[in-house]
């Protein structure tokens, strides 16, 4: 697996850094969880064909033990959005990130995708809820998002449907099945149908899921 970087608004690490190809690429951007970095879902790189354009984006703010965070979590209260300015923040260099790489290795517009575990899931579901348009499908990861303060911080904006995958465990200590069933129930209200799935695992990404959200974006990125 090659391990490049391009020159983007986010530290990033990519499998392409230039252009050796004639037809336009479908993508998949990953947004790790918090206090992590670009390099925890890069390896996911290794299970997608060769066709695919995989990069990983990292957060700019630090958190414990040298890592990253799209967001400063509130513990006493995980339930909350967290920082919302801070998430809309990193909303827009995420979006800056994927423009720009689009423009750099010709990418296809139409075939743009996010992969977000954790905190990276709830900001991953907000590019989606804030523009639907922008991407073929969305992996959300062992994460959650509190639905009713998520539409208040998006406004008047109208809320779309979008493909969204969800994948939680059953024995997450982290992040607890409630609150991804209520993320789930949520969304469905707001006008979302996601692809909902549960596995026997804790706050990880277990071989099954990593089978289904690899064949799910195959699936809708081959229509």
Same mark, same amino acid.
């Given at each position: 697996?090659?391990t490049?970087?391009?020159d983007?608004?986010?530290?990033?690490?990519?499998?392409q850094?230039?252009?050796?190809?004639?037809?336009?690429?479908r993508?998949?951007?990953?947004?790790?969880?918090?206090?992590?970095?670009k390099?925890?879902?890069?390896?996911?790189?290794?299970?997608?064909?060769k066709d695919?354009?995989c990069?990983?984006?990292?957060?700019? #703010?630090?958190?414990?033990?040298?890592?990253?965070?799209?967001? @400063?979590l509130? %513990?006493?209260?995980? +339930? /909350?959005?967290p920082?919302?300015?801070?998430?809309?923040?990193?909303?827009?260099?995420?979006?800056?990130?994927?423009?720009?790489?689009?423009e750099?290795?010709n990418l296809d517009?139409?075939?743009i995708?996010?992969?977000?575990?954790?905190l990276?899931?709830?900001?991953s579901?907000?590019?989606?809820?804030?523009?639907?348009k922008?991407?073929?499908? #969305?992996?959300?990861?062992?994460g959650?998002?509190?639905?009713? @303060?998520t539409? %208040?911080?998006?406004? +008047? /904006?109208?809320?779309?449907d979008?493909?969204?995958f969800?994948?939680?465990?059953?024995?997450?200590?982290?992040?607890?099945?409630?609150?991804?069933?209520?993320?789930?129930?949520?969304?469905?209200n707001m006008?979302?149908?996601?692809?909902?799935?549960e596995?026997?695992?804790e706050?990880?990404i277990n071989?099954?899921?990593?089978?289904d959200?690899?064949n799910?974006?195959?699936?809708?990125?081959?229509?």
């Amino acid at each position: 697996m090659k391990t490049l970087s391009l020159d983007l608004p986010l530290k990033n690490l990519s499998n392409q850094n230039k252009i050796t190809y004639k037809e336009k690429r479908r993508s998949v951007f990953f947004l790790h969880g918090y206090g992590s970095n670009k390099e925890d879902l890069y390896p996911i790189c290794n299970y997608f064909s060769k066709d695919w354009v995989c990069i990983s984006l990292e957060a700019t #703010i630090p958190v414990n033990n040298n890592g990253w965070a799209w967001a @400063e979590l509130n %513990y006493d209260n995980i +339930e /909350k959005l967290p920082k919302p300015d801070q998430m809309k923040t990193h909303l827009a260099k995420v979006t800056e990130s994927i423009d720009k790489s689009v423009e750099l290795l010709n990418l296809d517009p139409k075939k743009i995708n996010l992969l977000g575990f954790s905190l990276g899931a709830a900001l991953s579901i907000l590019c989606g809820l804030s523009n639907p348009k922008k991407y073929r499908a #969305i992996v959300a990861l062992c994460g959650f998002i509190p639905v009713e @303060e998520t539409k %208040y911080h998006l406004g +008047e /904006k109208v809320i779309s449907d979008f493909n969204l995958f969800i994948g939680n465990g059953r024995m997450d200590p982290i992040i607890p099945l409630d609150l991804a069933r209520s993320t789930r129930d949520g969304l469905i209200n707001m006008g979302v149908h996601p692809d909902y799935k549960e596995y026997n695992s804790e706050h990880t990404i277990n071989q099954e899921c990593l089978n289904d959200f690899i064949n799910w974006l195959e699936k809708y990125n081959t229509l």
